[in-house]
């Protein structure tokens, strides 16, 4: 399995808050992603990051922000959290070549 | 942009039996590969099988293989001698072959439940 993880696994926070999440890798891979999972919706990508420093959005990035300031590490903040927000979230890192991408465990944020 | 589509929201399948799951997508491209992805219960995503557009040859993963037909566009996923494990949402996903993002597109799914 590829070494990924994500903190916190669970998450419950009120609406208006700053909310981060964590995704780290041990694969030293380039692409890293941030997705967010909801019934009827699949997979939406939020925000991608194709190095160091280096990012760009996704088909659902309104209301998100990223940073990646080491290659193992891509973090996911919700500056002002929302009811609709409220989403299983899933960092994934591509393998390169075409090989897919690789995901992490997920994250269960709950906005209330 | 690319889409990818999966026309079966739910499916049912007899354990021992065969069960095909369907995808087609949307692409001017004629490089890109494409992806099944399983879900079970446990929320994990796991990839199981991939194909390169290039490749005339269906890709094959052990009871995993599937049936590509580039010009009509479609990535069926078939499974042989489902097992009750074989129970999870399944996934179809795009990625164009051209430098840049390796971005995927997915479908929005179909549930496999596997019958006793």
């Known amino acids: 399995d590829a070494g990924i993880t994500q903190s916190p696994r669970h998450k419950v926070t009120e609406t208006g808050t700053p909310v981060t999440l964590r995704c780290h890798q041990t694969e030293n891979h380039r692409y890293m992603y941030w997705y967010r999972q909801d019934p009827g919706h699949g997979l939406r990508l939020i925000h991608y990051s194709y190095g160091v420093k280096d990012t760009d959005k996704g088909e659902v990035s309104d209301g998100y922000s990223v940073s990646r300031s080491k290659t193992e590490d891509f973090l996911l903040t919700l500056e002002s959290a929302t009811s609709s927000q409220t989403s299983v979230y899933f960092c994934?890192?591509?393998?390169?070549?075409?090989?897919?991408?690789?995901f992490g465990p997920g994250t269960r944020l709950t906005v209330t | 942009a690319q889409t990818v589509t999966q026309s079966q929201p739910e499916m049912s399948v007899q354990e021992a039996e065969t069960v095909t799951l369907s995808c087609t997508y949307d692409t001017s491209e004629s490089d890109y590969y494409l992806f099944w992805y399983k879900q079970p219960p446990s929320r994990q995503m796991i990839l199981v099988i991939r194909q390169e557009a290039y490749k005339q040859q269906n890709a094959t993963e052990n009871r995993f293989s599937v049936n590509f037909q580039k010009a009509a566009k479609s990535f069926s996923l078939k499974i042989s001698d489902s097992q009750l494990g074989d129970a999870a949402m399944y996934f179809c996903?795009?990625?164009?072959?051209?430098?840049?993002?390796?971005?995927?597109?997915f479908g929005k799914g179909t549930k496999l439940t596997v019958n006793p």
């Open positions: 994934a890192i591509s393998g390169g070549q075409g090989s897919g991408q690789y």
């Open positions: 996903a795009y990625r164009s072959a051209r430098g840049g993002s390796e971005k995927l597109v």
